[in-house]
């Protein structure tokens, strides 16, 4: 069963068109990561899975809704961690503060068992108390996949989750994921960087405006896919494991 669809899919800011003509199926407990340059749509595909915009043309559809219209059937379904939260940080909120706020604007009731537990799951046991501005990058980037974790979603969707993350915090996210993924729900990660994730990923969407490519690594890594979506080349590597890793900067090794 898909649960995510895009059908004929454009949208436009404004008057300039910044995705054309998606079609794409993403089904239950799939994996996938999307990924593309500066600007290729990717925070805007996620955008329209939320239902946060309406489609310029086509239709996306959520767990069988209409993402925009029928947004309030699913949204509690949908875990997001969002690319950037500048508002967290100006508000002297807490750890537990930031991460209830999603379901007590919904008003629903945030145990704290609960609480503890998506904590845990992220490795920042004991972190509740503290002020969530005075954590490092990295910390505040698992507190925000805590809140995404906390109702228990269907979907995840992440948008850049690795952002300012050291190794080790990356290596952390990349586990949640991986068992996220492995409890059957569906997760979908925009990323610049995809090596961190290469191993456990089902499919790689290549986005630039239009989708230039989406199936395994493997199949999707070619040269020709790549220069479409980059304008340039960038090195291939296969590891010893026979995964195709774009070279972009860093490599898992
Ligand atoms: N609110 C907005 N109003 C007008 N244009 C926007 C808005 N948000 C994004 N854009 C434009 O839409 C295009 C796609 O932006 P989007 O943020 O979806 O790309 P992205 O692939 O996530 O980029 P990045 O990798 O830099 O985060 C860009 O050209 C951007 O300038």
Known sequence: MKVIEFYDVSFSYNSS???????LGIGRGEFVAVLG????????MLRLILGLLKPTKGTVKVLGYNA??????????????????????EAPLTVSQVIKLPLLARGKKVG??????????VGLDGFGDKLFSELSGGQQ????????????????????PFNGVDVPS?????????EMSSKGKTVVAVVHNINP???????????????????????????ENIIKAYGTSIPIVICEEGFTHPLYGDYHG
Not at 17 to 23: A, I, M, Y
Not at 71 to 76: I, L
Not at 170 to 178: D, N, T
């Open 197 to 223: 994730l290469l191993h456990n990923i089902d499919r790689v969407v290549l986005l630039n405006r239009r989708i230039i490519a989406a199936g395994k690594p493997n199949e999707v890594f070619s040269e």
């Open 68 to 89: 925009f219209d029928e947004r309030d059937k699913f949204v509690g379904r949908v875990g997001y961690l969002p690319q950037r939260e500048e508002i967290l940080l």
């Open 17 to 23: 068109e910044v995705l054309s003509d998606l079609n």
């Open 141 to 160: 980037q698992k507190v925000l996949l805590a809140r995404a974790l906390i109702s228990d979603p269907e979907i995840l969707l992440l948008d850049e």
């Open 112 to 121: 704290d068992s609960k609480l503890r537990e998506a904590l845990s799951m």
């Open 170 to 178: 990356q290596e952390k996210i990349v586990e949640v994921l991986a």
């Open 37 to 44: 340059p500066n600007g290729a749509g990717k925070s805007t």
